[in-house]
């Protein structure tokens, strides 16, 4: 946010508002604060505002010199008239020598205003070399020069006078005698000069002020040739302050660089500079403003903020930082904010978004223009803060074809549902039902006491939980088997028996079997779909993912038991309702969360609240404190990571980081018809693997559309009913309906599925199916697709309709008998 911030873009601001003004400010400041901006050109700042005391000149004695090879020069006795009548000094010479010997000798203290050069016969004097080697002497930039040619010269050549202009000299006259008129000439050259004269001096003192900036100063002129650079400049990217003229191109590019030569006015922007002794370039925020005093620009002026350790190597130090902190500036609300950005660049922060950013900056350099544009693009995309944000494909025809899938992909995915859908609600607190209700202090219902359970798995039971660890687990079939109380079963079967979970943590298996039934106990049984099933469901995916060669070989025996729990926990205490639903009906939840992944914070808050809250139930009890905090931050990240709104930026993080894009894949890398290629290197950083048990955690969640057809057509049931059963609610209470398509009077099932497995499921799967080598999570999930899709075809609509296809299924189907249950209590 702060980099966002910092490189806001300003694209033609208004130049007036307070913001714009303290925008440009700049340790250079070009224009006095008092000064209001005017904003009649489209250039920054106006002429207007360069204050006049700046360049005034105060009257001062005439000094003219006169360079006339002709001792009696009557045309040189008539300006040397004039000059002492208007109370100044003139003094004449003949020669080129003698003018350039006095030049240099009398720099310092008698430059004249005006010297005029006797062009008429260039036999004896070269006017236009003794003009350039006039203007090449140090210190007469501003002295005013006058040519005297014949009047038939003169009148010879219309462009005649050019080659004076070029040489240097700013007048050409014609020869006269007349005292009157050279009066009038050099009283009008001394003007000009004295005011070129006092321009040039407010011009070295801005430059002296430059000299002295930490930032990094550099200006153009229109044609993005650098005219002047600062020392900071050249400190650190190694340039000799005498360097004359070169392409800005050549030091600098990025965003900054793009702006300002499209014509932004003043702008804020990341620049990449390239050092001379350095092969990487750095990037640094920079301000920026384009200068011209008509509508043409003339200069452009480009202010660098080094950052920490780089430029002015007093930075940092205790005496800055007192003298910033002393600054009477930083109680204005610019000094402010330059004085806490100085405070940030003190710190040692560096995102790798910054990196990327400046690689892909310095590969614009000598990129043809079109390689620029995509790279532009791109950084300008990475800029963003909502980097990762959903953006559908094909939305429109999403909408217009099928308003089903809209409405269940927008509710999963969008995190402005809640606020664009909210309707207040007056002195309603308690508007979930009974049947979902649920807060932090009152779902602490632990059921320690109920420690009984024998777990004699034998029979069917153990039958079937000797098929675990098959992807066609009869997941239905535990549910019956143990009168709904699956999750703590197959817990027992997977984390005490398969993955040992008991040995990575160090605990008992009672502990572990008291631990899977308060945390089964605490789902809500009469939900339909987020009750303990589901939850033994994921449970049962993150086993099966986790006995793949990829998982084996990566994860640590605590990170997998991690997993785990993450697993059987995802969901505890779910209401049956969304977290939208939640935050319209101001539940006590969203409230305590501020609306932000109540739902997924909630599990995670309580799983962790039940298991610390009863040493019985304590698995981490044995746990050092550093370990602790490991299992901790792993089980949170991985429950965080089930929330919907944040799938895309899970799923891309995860492609980005493990694919590398082909060379005909579209932006997101993801959907390309080449096929993506896995590159697994990345899995040696710690970070990466977080990416990993995301990803699983994830599809294990939504892993139903990925299931042998019958499981997913049950579980399609199931969800739909909840969702059914939150709409009947919304319009019960009057509260805003968060999917309005899914009403059980006229919500096509299958359709919904077809835009869940389309949007959600098959990209997502596709991905993590190649990493793990399950190449039947993809072959699943377009198989259920494609029966969805004929049982659209066929009129299969409501949930009467798809019951009906279910038992004709079990019809078909080989009979499977209901085992008694084997559990006892
Ligand atoms: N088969 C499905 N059809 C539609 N939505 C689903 C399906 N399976 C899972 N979901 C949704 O995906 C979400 C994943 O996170 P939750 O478990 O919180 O809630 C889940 C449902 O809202």
Redesign the pocket.
Known sequence: MYRHTKFRRRRCSSSGSPGARAGRRSSLALTPEDEPLVDVTNRSPPPANIPTALIYSPPEPLELLCVFPERTSRVCAAACSAVERAGGEARSLRCARETLDALRRDNDTRVPHVIVVDARQPQQLDALLLARAIRGTKNTQHVYLIAIVKKSAYLKDEFGVLAYLEAGFNRVMVETVNTTAWCAEVLQARSSAACSRAQIAATAALAAAADRCRDLVAITDDQQRILLTNKSWCRMLGWRLEEGPRPIHEAAGGEALRLATTGARDWEAPVTLRRRAAPDPIMLPCRGATIGLTKTTSHIVFVCEPSAGEGDRGRGSLHSIRRGSLDVRSVASDGLRRTSLAKLQGLPLEAPITKVISLLSAATEGAPPSTVACIERAVDMLRTSELYSPQMRDETKLRVEDPIATD?IG??LSREQVNQNLVYMQGNANVLSSRRSSNDSTVVRSQTNRTNIKHKTTGQLRELLDTALSWDFEIFRLEDLTRGRPLAHLGLALMGGRFDVCAALECDERTLLHWLTVIETNYHAVNT??NST?AADVLQAVAYFLEKDRLKNLLEPVEAAAALISAAA??ID?PGT?SAFLCNARHPLAILYNDVSV??SHHAALTFKLTLNDDRVNIFKNLDRDTYKTVRHHVIDMILA???TKHFEHLAKFVNVFYAKSSGSKEDGMHTDEPLSLDTTALSQPENVLLVKRMMIKCA??S??SRPQKF?ME??RR??EE?FLQTDEEKAKDLPVVMPMFDRATCSIPR??IG?IDY?IIDMMEAWAAFIDMPELVNHARSNNQHWRELDEAGVTTLADVKRVQRQNAIQAPPTTTAEPTTEE
Request: glycine share 0%; proline share 0%; net charge negative.
């Open positions: 269940l509710a999963l779909y987020h589901h995802h969901d779910h969304s739902l997924e089930t929330e919907m969640d939504v139903n559309a997913a579980w399609a969800i739909a969702y919904s599925q869940f959600i």
